[in-house]
């Protein structure tokens, strides 16, 4: 089955810096990739998805990028601001059904 | 955020007993997840149904039973024979198909004494 990790397991930026967090899963039949972010004592909320098709996405300070071929996603955030800090969590879902399996996650900590 | 609840928000349990979590959402979304939830370990499946009176296990559905009698709800058992039942419990719900975002219920925290 398929098992994606996450990587780093916690990041610290200063406010107004990029944060990178990076993705790889093992089956290359997965095609669609989300990313949730889950503030502290929250729900896991969607913050930006990509599919197979495409290679970028952007939503504002939000991107993800996916390299099919090496088989990993990244999720991008730039001019990081305190209320950015939370854990995320990548995923990757294959054709048929809706399953996730999500990474570990990343505890993201912005400092002011 | 509304639509969809998890009750109750605590719950306490003696080895041995089974204890069912509740989920509800009005939605209208044909698929239900149960989703387990460990330090460190992200969130792992145990259980889904992509329609009414059918469901799947998920990676980790050892101890754990569900049932889906409606659309809107889908129940959570953990019995006695779940090793390590202490965890925070997350329910989600989506529109069938593929690439749909899920949509998280506010969890349970299940703490066995």
């Known amino acids: 089955g398929e098992n994606v990790e996450q990587h780093p397991s916690t990041l610290s930026v200063q406010e107004g810096d990029s944060a990178v967090i990076k993705c790889t899963y093992s089956?290359?039949?997965?095609?669609?990739f989300p990313w949730y972010k889950q503030e502290l004592g929250k729900r896991p909320q969607l913050i930006i998805d990509?599919?197979?098709?495409?290679g970028e996405k952007k939503d504002q300070r939000i991107a993800v990028t996916l390299n099919k071929t090496a088989k990993h996603f990244s999720l991008h955030i730039t001019e990081t601001q305190p209320e950015d800090s939370a854990v995320y969590f990548c995923?990757?879902?294959?054709?048929?059904?809706?399953?996730?399996?999500f990474g570990a996650g990343t505890i993201l900590r912005v400092k002011s | 955020d509304g639509g969809i609840t998890q009750s109750p928000k605590y719950l306490f349990r003696k080895e041995g007993q089974n204890v069912t979590l509740s989920c509800e959402q009005n939605?209208?979304?044909?698929?239900m997840y149960w989703y387990r939830q460990d330090p460190g370990q992200g969130l792992r499946l145990i259980y889904y149904s992509q329609i009414v009176n059918d469901f799947q296990k998920g990676d980790i559905a050892e101890g754990y039973s569900v049932s889906r009698e409606k659309k809107e709800s889908f129940p959570l058992t953990v019995t006695s024979a779940q090793k390590n039942p202490t965890a925070f419990y997350l329910c989600a719900s989506s529109i069938s198909g593929n690439y749909n975002e899920q949509f998280f219920g506010p969890g349970t925290r299940l703490t066995v004494l």
């Open positions: 089956d290359s039949a997965s095609n669609y």
């Open positions: 990509i599919r197979s098709n495409v």
């Open positions: 995923a990757a879902s294959q054709r048929y059904g809706n399953k996730l399996v």
């Open positions: 939605l209208n979304h044909d698929a």
